[in-house]
């Protein structure tokens, strides 16, 4: 299979909206980790060695490595168990705002603003390196409680940011493909995106949001991204 298919236009799922309080502050952060998001499928012949090259940056503390199941290729004969149609609607937003005709895997996005084939670790060193030098405009600090997220204040952006939630296995995932273009191949995945939440809006003012229990094993990462799945202002994972 090649990596490109034509998708049509899809809009943004978003799920469970929590409450939040007023008054947070967040410690100014450290530089927020570089955001690389993979768009993979299980029944992605071209997949494998984008996966293992997220796989090899996953524990780079200055990177949030992020792998998300998308489910078109699904009818190839193979449904991938980790895609969710919310993680197919992001990478559609991110074909709109990166001006892309369609939507392919694997696809990387990194920090909201570029995207790369991602099957060359060496090109991805270079977009990485790119996004650590050029920082967002607007960067609030994001700060961790018991069950509770702080975002702090900063120069207000353009347009209310989403503020997302998500929930990651960090842990390699070995997957036996049984069926469709990788039967027979047993694929690892590492950083599977397993919850993708929209906790609500950020304007420049302090803000905190609860958080809900993690499952046993998942990490928690917390994104501040521009309306309309834009650049990610911030980035933290516990």
């Given at each position: 299979?090649?990596?490109?298919?034509?998708?049509?236009?899809?809009?943004?799922?978003?799920?469970?909206?929590?409450?939040?309080?007023?008054?947070?502050?967040?410690?100014?952060?450290?530089?927020?980790?570089?955001?690389?998001?993979?768009?993979?499928?299980?029944?992605?012949?071209?997949?494998?060695?984008?996966?293992?090259?997220?796989?090899?940056?996953?524990?780079?503390?200055?990177?949030?490595?992020?792998?998300?199941g998308?489910?078109?290729?699904?009818?190839?004969?193979w449904?991938?168990?980790?895609?969710?149609?919310?993680?197919?609607?992001?990478?559609?937003?991110?074909?709109?705002?990166?001006?892309?005709?369609?939507?392919?895997?694997?696809?990387?996005?990194?920090?909201?603003?570029?995207?790369?084939?991602?099957?060359?670790?060496?090109?991805?060193d270079?977009?990485?390196?790119?996004?650590?030098?050029?920082?967002?405009?607007?960067?609030?600090?994001?700060?961790?409680?018991?069950?509770?997220?702080?975002?702090?204040?900063?120069?207000?952006?353009?347009?209310?940011?989403d503020?997302?939630?998500?929930?990651?296995?960090?842990?390699?995932?070995?997957?036996?493909?049984?069926?469709?273009?990788?039967?027979?191949?047993?694929?690892?995945?590492?950083?599977?995106?397993r919850?993708?939440?929209?906790?609500?809006?950020?304007?420049g003012?302090?803000?905190?949001?609860?958080?809900?229990?993690?499952?046993?094993?998942?990490?928690?990462?917390?994104?501040?991204?521009?309306?309309?799945?834009?650049?990610?202002?911030?980035?933290?994972?516990e």
């Amino acid at each position: 299979m090649g990596w490109s298919r034509e998708m049509s236009a899809g809009g943004l799922a978003v799920a469970l909206t929590l409450a939040a309080g007023s008054g947070a502050v967040a410690e100014p952060a450290a530089q927020s980790p570089v955001v690389v998001e993979l768009f993979t499928s299980q029944g992605c012949s071209s997949c494998p060695p984008a996966n293992a090259n997220l796989a090899a940056i996953a524990d780079r503390p200055d990177v949030l490595a992020l792998s998300f199941g998308v489910t078109y290729w699904d009818y190839l004969g193979w449904k991938d168990s980790f895609a969710k149609p919310e993680f197919t609607n992001r990478q559609y937003a991110y074909e709109h705002t990166l001006h892309r005709a369609t939507a392919y895997t694997p696809q990387m996005v990194v920090n909201g603003e570029m995207d790369l084939i991602g099957n060359s670790a060496e090109e991805l060193d270079r977009f990485i390196a790119a996004a650590s030098n050029h920082g967002a405009a607007v960067a609030p600090g994001i700060a961790f409680g018991a069950s509770k997220v702080s975002i702090g204040a900063a120069p207000a952006p353009g347009d209310t940011a989403d503020v997302w939630l998500v929930r990651y296995d960090p842990n390699i995932v070995q997957v036996p493909v049984a069926r469709g273009e990788n039967g027979g191949r047993t694929l690892p995945h590492k950083n599977v995106v397993r919850e993708f939440i929209r906790l609500g809006g950020w304007s420049g003012a302090a803000v905190n949001f609860e958080l809900p229990p993690a499952a046993d094993g998942l990490k928690t990462a917390i994104l501040v991204q521009s309306a309309y799945t834009g650049p990610i202002l911030a980035a933290a994972k516990e």
